[in-house]
T-cell receptor, first 109, second 112 residues
């Protein structure tokens, strides 16, 4: 039973446009949410996080939105750059991190 | 620099052999985690240390797996009698608090 779901295995976006990565969760006890980026043969790199008491957090080109009633969060990358091409993992926690399966983002020049 | 190194980066072993991986935080972060990641999946929690105390273990951590963190610094993860299903990336992470965790580069294990 997956508690954190990323339903899109892949996403392709043109350089300069917006990338929107989505994540759904089922456990209402989660109190903190995180996004990680992963390149091949490397460990995941922390990108941005949001507490369950907020609905938006912004850091440069990255913004995370949280909709608690829908149990949904999204990561917006604006503008997208070719170097953003990687696998993005959504994670949630009420103790230990629970990860989704990831979405592979390809940003085309 | 993620603040943690792992050794070895790659390990190929035959089924039935024992393997040991090491995780070295650059400074003494009080929380240290081990995860396993298989192809097409996100990282899955295995175990967690606060200083030298192992506070939580996942059901994924069978009796063949053991982890230690002597003196609250580096940590080791040993797998005894390896099976092909143990083939995965083993990731170590550190955290100062209960939320953000910072991952090392991982050790890729292949069991033949």
């Amino acid at each position: 039973d997956q508690q954190v779901k990323q339903n899109s295995p892949s996403l392709s976006v043109q350089e300069g446009r917006i990338s929107i990565l989505n994540c759904d969760y089922t456990n209402s006890m989660f109190d903190y949410f995180l996004w990680y980026k992963k390149y091949p043969a490397e460990g995941p790199t922390f990108l941005i996080s949001i507490s369950s008491i907020k609905d938006k957090n912004e850091d440069g080109r990255f913004t995370v939105f949280l909709n608690k009633s829908a149990k949904h969060l999204s990561l917006h990358i604006v503008p997208s750059q070719p170097g953003d091409s990687a696998v993005y993992f959504c994670a949630a926690t009420s103790g230990n991190l629970i990860f989704g399966k990831g979405t592979k983002l390809s940003v085309k020049p | 620099d993620t603040g943690v190194s792992q050794d070895p980066r790659h390990k190929i072993t035959k089924r039935g052999q024992n393997v040991t991986f090491r995780c070295d935080p650059i400074s003494e972060h009080n929380r240290l985690y081990w995860y396993r990641q298989t192809l097409g999946q996100g990282p899955e929690f295995l175990t967690y240390f606060q200083n030298e105390a192992q506070l939580e273990k996942s059901r994924l951590l069978s009796d063949r797996f053991s982890a230690e963190r002597p003196k609250g610094s580096f940590s080791t993860l040993e797998i005894q009698r390896t099976e092909q299903g143990d083939s995965a990336m083993y990731l170590c992470a550190w955290g100062q608090g209960p939320y953000e965790q910072y991952f090392g580069p991982g050790t890729r294990l292949t069991v033949t």
